[in-house]
Structure formats: structure tokens, C-alpha cells
């Protein structure tokens, strides 16, 4: 004691605590057991609670083993299975550290989150939540962005997503993956095709962003895409989705891919066909057929030889090559695409 002055105040058997902040909501914890170390001056310095503490503000809520609010650098840190919510997300973490100044959130691993679908500030692959796990998460409850580093991966129904670092950007509803990207993607469903498994694409790349609201991703750095009977790689990429269910603006449904464009010297390998082309773009559209054009487009087959022109276009529901040559004509050719 300094002085006749308390330095410590102890409190054990439902514990309830009170803080008025000023600018925002009123916090209330309660806890088994509290510590509350004392300034020279009377006020507190540092709070301990331990055991069981459930902390609330307004909407949001967390619940760990202990938690310390440090006055100076005005932060809290849970620890022991901590866990934060609110109305758009859930985290679990050992680590927990809230920065009452910046509006900072940061997560020491490992980390999961899930990011509630039904909320329009979400991303929406898919219409279940989604599920993010990383070594590391920092976040900022102000500008609605987060950062999961160290084994980031991201999963939402048939959708998944690991990467080095994936940040989520709220109100643009952005993501960015970036360092040895690779990616599930569900493909749209040809017309008239019979129900089944849907089909997949494997996505691998340096870097990938996807726009929610766009239903669009672009891709750099040896990006490589494999569907279930073509490989495609290029240095950029972009991919379109369409989305199953009612709503086709962005919100609900299950993103699907239609179509990919690729550009800066692409290589289509369709069995023991490749086809290469050295500017501009490569598409595929609904799993039907592929387009190459710009520079010099080229196929070769083991057995034909090579086919060149100005677009070549592969229709695979007829297993045929039509070839625009340049002067307005298109000539069907001998080439049969393998299946």
C-alpha cells in the first residue's frame, strides 16, 4: 500500500465489472475472480478478470479464460480459447488483442473464422457462411477490412481458397490472395447437362483478387487452370461466374464459372492437342467451347499436324475445330477434339 493508498483491489465469486468509454457503448464483464491494479492517483491502471469472462458491447460479444485492459496503450487481451462475435463474423483464437484507439483486432493462431453469408457486407460463393482459418489474423471493426496470414485458406460450399495471405475487404465485398495461390472453383452447368456432381476447376497462381459484386476474379503470376478435360496457362487470367438461385445481382446463389479469359501467351492443352497463342486472349465459355485469337493462333496435333488462322474455336459438343482464316470464311476442319 502507498501511503495509506490502495494498490490493489481484489473480487472473487461472480465478478462484475462496468467500463463508460467515451464514444461508444458501455462494456459489462463479469468473470469468477478480478484484479484491478491502482494508480498513484486512485484510478485503475490494469484490470485481470479470470475464469469464465464474457464480455459485451453493444453487438458485439467474446468469452475467454482471462482478460487484461490495460489503460496506458488502451487495449484488452484475451487469452485461453477466446472468441469474439459479431453480427457479421465469429473468431476463435488462443490470442485475442482489441486496440480501443485504432479500432485494430488482432488474432494470434491458430485462428478460424466464419464470416456469415447472409449478411450483405459478406462475400457470397456460395449461400452457406464462410470459413476462414490462418496462423494470424489482424482486422479493423472501422473499415470493415481483415487479413488472415500463414496458411490462409478460405472454404464456402463447393468453393476453396488457400493462399499465403487472403484479405477480405467488407464494404467493397473484395478479396485478394496472394503467394502460392490455389483454388477450387465449381463450374456452370452446360444446357441440357443430366444432374450429377458438378464439375470442378483447380486454379493455381502468384496472385488472385475476386470482386463479389462482379462475380469476377483476375489472376497473375503462372497461373494455371485445370477443368476436367482441358489444362489452360497464361500469365493473367480472368475468371466469370454466374450464380444459381433467385437473386443474380451479386447476393445469395452459388457462384459458378462460365467463362475464362486468358492473354500474354497462352497454352491450351485439350489431351495430346495444344493450343498456343502469343497475344491478346483465350476464352471459354459455359464449358461448351474455347476461342483462341490475337496474334497467331496454333494448334498442333500429333497426327494432323498444325492448324493455324486468325480464331480458331473449339466446339466440343460436336468434337470440331472451325477455323477463321481471316478473309471472312470459316472452314471446318479435319481435327477431332479429344474428350
Excluded at 479464460?65 to 487495449?75: H, K, L, M, P
Excluded at 500474354?264 to 467451347?289: C, L, M, P, T
Aim: avoid cysteine; aromatic fraction near 6%; charge should be positive.
Amino acid at each position: 500500500m502507498r501511503r495509506g493508498k490502495p494498490q490493489l483491489l481484489n473480487a472473487a465469486g461472480s465478478v462484475q465489472s462496468q467500463r463508460e468509454i467515451p464514444g461508444r457503448p458501455t462494456q459489462t464483464a463479469s468473470s469468477a475472480t478480478g484484479v484491478a491494479q491502482l494508480s498513484a492517483a486512485g484510478d485503475w491502471s490494469q484490470i485481470t478478470l479470470r475464469g469464465n469472462v464474457r464480455l459485451q458491447e453493444a453487438e458485439r460479444n467474446a468469452e475467454a479464460q482471462q482478460a487484461v485492459f490495460a489503460r496506458a496503450s488502451q487495449t484488452t487481451v484475451l487469452t485461453g480459447r477466446a472468441m469474439v462475435r459479431d453480427t457479421g463474423s465469429e473468431t476463435h483464437a488462443p490470442k485475442i488483442t482489441f486496440f480501443q484507439a485504432t479500432g485494430d483486432i488482432e488474432a494470434e493462431g491458430p485462428v478460424r473464422s466464419t464470416d456469415f453469408a447472409s449478411k450483405s457486407t459478406s462475400l457470397q460463393m456460395s449461400s452457406v457462411p464462410a470459413n476462414l482459418s490462418a496462423d494470424r489474423m489482424r482486422a479493423n471493426s472501422k473499415t470493415g477490412r481483415a487479413v488472415y496470414t500463414g496458411h490462409a485458406r478460405l472454404w464456402q460450399g463447393a468453393s476453396v481458397l488457400e493462399a499465403e495471405t487472403i484479405e477480405l475487404l467488407r464494404p467493397s465485398r473484395t478479396l485478394n490472395a496472394t503467394g502460392n495461390v490455389r483454388a477450387v472453383f465449381p463450374q456452370a452447368p452446360q444446357p441440357g447437362a443430366a444432374p450429377g456432381a458438378t464439375p470442378v476447376w483447380h486454379i493455381s497462381s502468384g496472385l488472385l483478387t475476386y470482386w463479389d459484386a462482379e462475380n469476377r476474379a483476375h489472376l497473375e503470376k503462372d497461373v494455371f487452370v485445370q477443368s476436367a478435360d482441358q489444362k489452360m496457362r497464361a500469365p493473367q487470367l480472368e475468371l466469370f461466374f454466374t450464380r444459381t438461385g433467385a437473386d443474380k445481382q451479386g447476393s445469395g446463389g452459388t457462384s459458378q464459372i462460365s467463362r475464362a479469359v486468358g492473354s500474354g501467351g497462352v497454352v491450351v492443352e485439350q489431351g495430346d492437342r495444344r493450343g498456343y497463342r502469343r497475344a491478346r486472349s483465350i476464352h471459354r465459355s459455359g464449358g461448351k467451347n474455347s476461342f483462341l485469337t490475337g496474334g497467331t493462333p496454333t494448334l498442333f496435333d500429333p497426327v494432323e499436324g498444325t492448324t493455324t488462322g486468325r480464331e480458331l474455336t473449339f466446339y466440343r459438343a460436336d468434337d470440331t475445330i472451325v477455323v477463321d482464316s481471316g478473309n471472312g470464311l470459316r472452314t471446318l476442319t479435319k481435327h477431332r477434339v479429344q474428350r
